[in-house]
Structures are given as structure tokens and as C-alpha cells.
């Protein structure tokens, strides 16, 4: 970003400010969200990570095709290296078996 521009920023933003904010706040919520899932090994969480992916994925190949942001052609791969790793077999498997194994145990403090 440029001297200038980081000087007329804050005006030039200050309309859309809001939108932002609650926009970046659902984003990291939903992140959180999958973090948490992810980390409990829920089949929710595998879910909601990859949601979120394929919307990134999405939105870094319509800035690269609209040519909005160049460097988003950078993100593309990083994002098939992922989706391709929660997508393979052994890490599905794993998510089956956390679930499967969470139902079999029944309710905690039973």
C-alpha cells in the first residue's frame, strides 16, 4: 500500500466500515467454529472447514479470473493442497471413526 493511500484510507473506508466489521466477525467466528471442531474430531467441524475452503477457493479464482487480485493465483494451489488432505480417505476414516466411536461411548457422565 502506498504512503498516500494509507493516509486516505480511513475516509475513504469509514462508510463501509460496518459491513466490514460484521463480515470479518462471521468469518472468524465460523473459523473458530472449525478450529474447535476440527479439534475435537466432530464430523461437523470436518465439514465446516471444507465449506470454508471451497468459499475461499471460490472467491481466489473469481479475483484471478476477473483479475480483481493477482497474487489470489497464489492461494489456489495452498487451498487444493488442503481440501485435497481432508478430502483423502485416511482423514475421512478418521472423522467416521471419532464419530462412531463418540456414539458408542454414550452421553458423557453416563
Known sequence: MSPACRWRCPEACSNRCGGSI???GAVCL???LAAVGLWR???WGH???VGILVVNLLGDVANTVLGTERRAVFGIPV???ILAFLWSGR???FFRHA???RAASGPVGA
Request: charged share 15%; glycine share 0%; with cysteine.
Open 79 to 81: 487451498v487444493l493442497a
Open 47 to 49: 465439514r465446516l472447514a
Open 91 to 93: 482423514v475421512r476414516s
Open 99 to 101: 464419530a462412531a466411536a
Open 22 to 24: 460484521l463480515l470479518l
Open 41 to 43: 474430531s466432530a464430523r
Open 30 to 32: 465460523a473459523c473458530a
